[in-house]
């Protein structure tokens, strides 16, 4: 599975979009990208995956670029809530295993 | 509604003990896996099962079992062969099947946290 590079933490201020953004420089054709996040003592959440064309669901907005090389996650509205680690995994379609990182530490401030 | 259940919530387990750890899941999923998290790190995997009575090991195996006798169940057992079990385990779900858009995510349960006494 190819590796991703995110930036260790992040802060934003409540109300405004979120913008993670995730490295995956060596992704082969056939790997998706995935976005989940972990709020403090509990179970990772998904939020969204893609493979190639930009996606959108309730929680979050996720741009690829064109060459697959990289990818951003759009909170559109952060809120306090919203505070977690976000990972951002790079995985082959319906592999069995998950590659988690340290992830990006997202802060929402007031 | 649907999800995945770990009990307990936290554990203790004394020097030289085997314990396990119950994983749940309603979702009619067919694959299930086991990850471990230490503080500050990122998750991973332990053992992982795609169907009934098969499974699979994962990247840290060692000194962990499991089984896979009914679809809906997938406990873990740490054994005491595992010299540092202290940590935060989870237990994960995804269906295996493709759908328009492939790539079915894992959904999580909430975690058992395994402390030694």
């Known amino acids: 599975d190819a590796k991703t590079t995110q930036p260790t933490s992040m802060d934003c201020a409540e109300g405004r979009a979120a913008n993670l953004p995730c490295n995956h420089s060596t992704i082969s054709g056939n790997e998706y990208v995935y976005w989940y996040r972990q709020i403090h003592s509990q179970g990772p959440q998904y939020i969204i995956h893609?493979?190639?064309n930009n996606e959108t669901n309730e929680m979050a907005s996720l741009i690829i670029t064109e060459d697959r090389k990289s990818s951003t996650l759009i909170l559109p509205h952060a809120t306090l809530r919203d505070t977690a680690v976000y990972y951002c995994?790079?995985?082959?379609?319906?592999?069995?295993?998950?590659?988690f990182g340290q992830g990006t530490r997202l802060t929402i401030n007031p | 509604d649907g999800g995945i259940t770990q009990s307990p919530k936290y554990l203790f387990r004394k020097e030289g003990q085997n314990v396990t750890l119950s994983c749940e899941q309603n979702?009619?999923?067919?694959?299930m896996y086991w990850y471990r998290q230490d503080p500050g790190q990122g998750l991973r995997l332990i053992y992982y099962s795609q169907i009934v009575n098969d499974f699979q090991k994962g990247d840290i195996a060692e000194g962990y079992s499991v089984s896979r006798e009914k679809k809906e169940s997938f406990p873990l057992t740490v054994t005491s062969a595992q010299k540092n079990p202290t940590a935060f385990y989870l237990c994960a779900s995804s269906t295996k099947r493709t759908g328009i858009r492939g790539g079915q995510p894992q959904h999580f349960g909430d975690g058992t946290r395994l402390s030694i006494l």
């Open positions: 893609g493979l190639k």
């Open positions: 979702l009619n999923h067919d694959a």
């Open positions: 995994i790079v995985s082959l379609y319906g592999a069995q295993k998950l590659v």
